[in-house]
């Protein structure tokens, strides 16, 4: 008899349990319809680029069969992402992401048909293979950061991380799916045919896009923010959130290493365990079959282990695999492994986006999430392009041992810096700020300083300060700059609170961006304050 049967209300316990599970659970979320119209749209249009992916992979090993341009391909398709993310991050903050996306798709499946044309009449060389996948690369790193912003949209928010477990199960199903029929594809019609299948799959999910209308954004007579601005602002608040900062540090120190499974991969299928494009497929497919099986099993795992202890496991996982691939290179090993992998995979990836989503408030949802993906991708390109030195040098085994290795030792060195930090913060606006009170117009380019003075009781000052410190990082994410917090010389047991803004205009901004949690932070430094009512805010600005 188990525990649970020996003891009924465990047992109930243990029941209501698994009823919230299943009731946030992936398979729920199909109870809304936008979202289930856009994730199987999405399937089937990442069925097309896995075919493509493969295809572009073998053809290199065709084109070019060393491990440096083999590993070059990977590196071309997510360098792109590196370099621009972050400005794909801003324009999807600012411009409607909905046509953003189906913008992208076009130019992609126009790409793919045109890579298609060039392989058919045997045009391509192993550089213009590469100039077309950096482009690929290109179009990807502007989906990337629009389509994560946009998941929070279609679903409420505590069914965000099943979501982004599912999103990240639907593209591992796609893997599954795509590399298996790009491999018989290739071998049955061609290595055009690949691409050809990819352009013909973004049609599903331009009209997917095209009949998805989104909530209308919260309307506001401010003007837009120019491009370059929103970046810096994005860049300023992932500096200074302890949450996503954690999430980047944790995602480097994975991916720099895992790298290596995916780019030595084409070669372990070609060379180790001399295949074709029909194994290098199942490969994939494996990859994508143990990815499937880890989003069902993810939630369990991370309410056993915690999102910590999963990318721990995850990070292990990976490692076994990859020296299990150096180590006993046969193809059921190989399989195995892959499926290993493929589930290591989704636990560590899922659970740092889930981390990095819930670090960031909507307005700068975006340019945070590509900050991420810059983290992810950036770590992906160097990674493969110095684990395809080493194999070129020394062999494919010792790039994967190597990697092991140091993905191993990396992950203990980050193990302090912890995930979902602020996963229980309300980044909903709050609009709790007053309107500032003006003795006459102020233009929009004004620069702008703010002083606040607080008096905390005697035997509050210790408690005050700390809050202060967390009111600081609020501060600079929103915007500021030179904060400090000084002492009345004249007035003892006063304090003064002051940061710099660049202009009005972007302090008026900050009005409509501050949220719960900072209005709840800001509550708790009233608690400590001898007269508990908000204290008064001065604004000053230029010379006019």
Same mark, same amino acid.
């Given at each position: ?36 119209? =856009? ?59 909905? !046509? ?16 298609? &044309? ?6 391509? #060389? ?66 055009? &045919? ?58 480097? &120190? ?60 995850? #990070? ?32 560590? =990836? ?22 991420? =993906? ?7 390109? =160097? ?26 030792? #990396?992950?203990?060195?980050?193990? !302090? ?22 003795? %006459? ?13 607080? %008096?905390?009781?005697?035997? %509050? ?38 940061? !710099? ?26 608690? #400590? ?16």
């Amino acid at each position: 008899m188990t525990a649970a049967a020996a003891n009924p209300s465990a047992q109930s316990a243990a029941s209501a349990s698994d009823a919230k599970t299943d009731a946030h659970g992936p398979m729920a979320l199909f109870r809304h319809r936008a979202f289930a119209v =856009l994730w199987i749209a999405t399937v089937a249009s990442n069925v097309g680029t896995w075919m493509h992916d493969v295809g572009a992979g073998w053809l290199m090993t065709e084109l070019a069969p060393s491990p440096m341009m083999v590993a070059a391909v990977q590196s071309a398709t997510t360098l792109p992402i590196f370099l621009f993310a972050l400005l794909a991050g801003a324009v999807a903050d600012i411009v409607d992401r909905r !046509r953003l996306l189906i913008g992208v798709n076009l130019a992609l499946g126009a790409l793919a048909l045109a890579m298609a &044309a060039v392989v058919h009449l045997g045009l391509m #060389t192993p550089w213009l293979l590469l100039v077309f996948t950096f482009a690929f690369g290109t179009g990807a790193a502007f989906m990337a950061p629009t389509w994560q912003a946009i998941v929070p949209k279609l679903i409420p928010r505590e069914d965000l991380p099943s979501a982004i477990a599912l999103n990240s199960m639907g593209v591992n199903i796609s893997r599954a799916i795509g590399p298996a029929l790009a491999g018989f594809l290739i071998v049955g019609a061609g290595l055009a &045919a690949p691409f050809v299948i990819n352009a013909v799959s973004v049609v599903g999910i331009i009209a997917a896009l095209w009949w998805w209308r989104p909530a209308a954004s919260l309307a506001t007579s401010l003007p837009p923010e120019h491009v370059g601005g929103a970046m810096i602002a994005g860049l300023r608040y992932a500096l200074n959130s302890p949450a996503l900062k954690a999430t980047l540090a944790r995602a480097a &120190a994975f991916f720099v290493f895992a790298s290596a499974f995916w780019a030595m991969l084409p070669l372990i299928a070609r060379e180790t365990l001399s295949g074709g494009p029909t194994l290098y497929g199942i490969l994939l497919a494996a990859v994508g079959s143990g990815a499937v099986g880890g989003a069902f099993l993810l939630a369990r795992i991370k309410a056993a282990l915690g999102p910590d202890g999963a990318v721990s496991a995850g #990070t292990l996982g990976v490692v076994a695999a990859m020296l299990a691939l150096a180590t006993a290179p046969s193809q059921v090993v190989s399989i195995g492994a892959s499926a290993v992998a493929g589930l290591s995979w989704i636990t560590v =990836l899922s659970s740092l986006n889930v981390s990095a989503q819930t670090a960031l408030p909507d307005w700068v949802r975006a340019r945070g999430l590509s900050v991420f =993906l810059t983290v992810f991708f950036g770590s992906m390109s =160097l990674g493969s392009l110095v684990w395809g030195q080493i194999a070129t040098l020394s062999g494919v085994s010792t790039a994967l041992i190597a990697s092991a290795i140091g993905a191993a030792a #990396t992950a203990l060195i980050v193990r !302090r810096a912890k995930l979902q930090h602020g996963a229980g913060d309300d980044l909903a606006p709050s609009m709790h700020w007053p309107e500032p009170v003006l003795s %006459r117009k102020v233009p929009a380019d004004s620069p702008v300083m703010i002083q606040i003075a607080y %008096r905390p009781a005697d035997e %509050r000052v210790g408690e005050f300060l700390a809050l202060m410190n967390d009111l600081a990082s609020s501060r600079l994410r929103g915007g500021g700059y030179h904060w400090s917090l000084l002492r009345d010389a004249a007035e003892e047991g006063v304090f003064v609170e002051s940061w !710099r803004e660049a202009s009005w205009l972007a302090h008026q901004r900050q009005h409509l961006q501050v949220n719960h949690a900072d209005e709840a932070l800001q509550s708790r430094i009233r608690e #400590t304050l001898i007269d508990q009512a908000a204290p008064p805010v001065r604004h000053f600005v230029a010379p006019i």
